[in-house]
């Protein structure tokens, strides 16, 4: 299964790499159907739709979004805001109107691509990093249908690679009490992070190469982390 950037699945592939779902979805709020047979090999049937949204055809395939349903057609809930007025003014806005840079997993409180925005008082949300994670879950779950054993175990050690790299990532550049530049050497200093870093980044690169070897499928942001290098020091 592969997703675009904000974790909505575009194409199912079978092990030879024949897709068997394709959704290439025109409409901002996911209102076009997908194609659930694009080789002709009969109809496949994948429900997911937007991060944390599941298409139901038995209400004329809106979205159930947990705690609300979303209605694709209008680019809106059907259900008022469970928060009321701390998610805004307009109480049945989906993804604050900006579906190409949002996604809300819980139906409540919308993430930004690329970070996060404070869950309301008293409601629990989702990070931005859980959220890759369980659409990372999904994708080897649904790969294990088609791809052989190994190359399970190599896309499960690749995603895990990610993972450590975008959270050292982070941390590096969102010091912000001057810790790691304050400390000039050791294992909790800026340069031992940016070891640790480059050292993931090498061995994300091997892990690549031997999917690529035995034609195994992976996260294509891996090939973005491999040639991301380190954040420098911040400026104080």
Same mark, same amino acid.
């Not at 739709?49 to 209008?74: Q, V």
């Not at 000039?184 to 892990?207: C, D, I, M, V």
């Given at each position: 299964?592969?997703?675009? @950037?904000?974790?909505?699945?575009?194409?199912?592939?079978?092990?030879?790499?024949?897709?068997?779902?394709?959704?290439?979805?025109? *409409?901002?709020?996911?209102?076009?159907?997908?194609?659930?047979?694009?080789?002709?090999?009969?109809?496949?049937?994948?429900?997911?739709?937007?991060?944390?949204?599941?298409?139901?055809?038995?209400?004329?395939?809106?979205?159930?979004?947990?705690?609300?349903?979303?209605?694709?057609?209008?680019?809106? @809930?059907?259900?008022?805001?469970?928060?009321?007025?701390?998610?805004?003014?307009?109480? @049945?806005?989906?993804l604050?109107?900006?579906p190409?840079?949002?996604?809300?997993?819980?139906?409540?409180?919308?993430?930004?691509?690329?970070?996060?925005?404070?869950?309301?008082?008293?409601?629990?949300?989702?990070?931005? *990093?859980?959220?890759?994670?369980?659409?990372?879950q999904?994708?080897?779950?649904?790969?294990?249908?088609?791809?052989?054993?190994?190359?399970?175990?190599?896309?499960?050690?690749?995603?895990?690679?990610?993972s450590?790299?975008?959270?050292? @990532?982070?941390?590096m550049?969102?010091?912000?009490?001057?810790?790691?530049?304050?400390?000039?050497?050791?294992?909790?200093?800026?340069?031992?992070?940016?070891?640790?870093?480059?050292?993931?980044?090498?061995?994300?690169q091997?892990?690549?190469?031997?999917?690529?070897?035995?034609?195994?499928?992976?996260?294509?942001?891996?090939?973005?982390?491999?040639?991301?290098?380190?954040?420098?020091?911040?400026?104080?």
């Amino acid at each position: 299964m592969f997703a675009e @950037y904000l974790n909505t699945p575009r194409l199912v592939a079978d092990s030879s790499g024949t897709a068997v779902w394709r959704n290439d979805n025109a *409409e901002p709020f996911g209102d076009s159907p997908a194609n659930e047979d694009p080789s002709g090999l009969g109809a496949f049937e994948f429900p997911l739709g937007f991060a944390g949204t599941y298409r139901d055809k038995e209400i004329g395939g809106k979205l159930y979004n947990w705690n609300r349903t979303a209605d694709p057609a209008l680019g809106r @809930y059907l259900q008022s805001d469970p928060v009321g007025l701390l998610g805004g003014t307009n109480t @049945y806005l989906h993804l604050s109107g900006n579906p190409l840079s949002k996604v809300d997993l819980m139906g409540y409180s919308d993430l930004l691509e690329g970070g996060t925005r404070r869950p309301p008082i008293g409601l629990r949300n989702p990070s931005a *990093e859980a959220q890759r994670s369980l659409a990372q879950q999904l994708q080897r779950t649904i790969e294990s249908w088609f791809c052989p054993p190994d190359c399970a175990d190599i896309q499960q050690q690749i995603d895990a690679s990610i993972s450590t790299l975008r959270v050292r @990532y982070v941390q590096m550049t969102a010091d912000v009490n001057n810790l790691y530049c304050t400390r000039p050497t050791g294992k909790f200093s800026w340069f031992g992070h940016q070891f640790a870093y480059n050292n993931e980044r090498k061995r994300l690169q091997k892990l690549v190469a031997q999917a690529k070897q035995r034609g195994c499928p992976y996260d294509p942001e891996a090939d973005d982390w491999i040639k991301r290098d380190p954040p420098t020091c911040p400026a104080r």
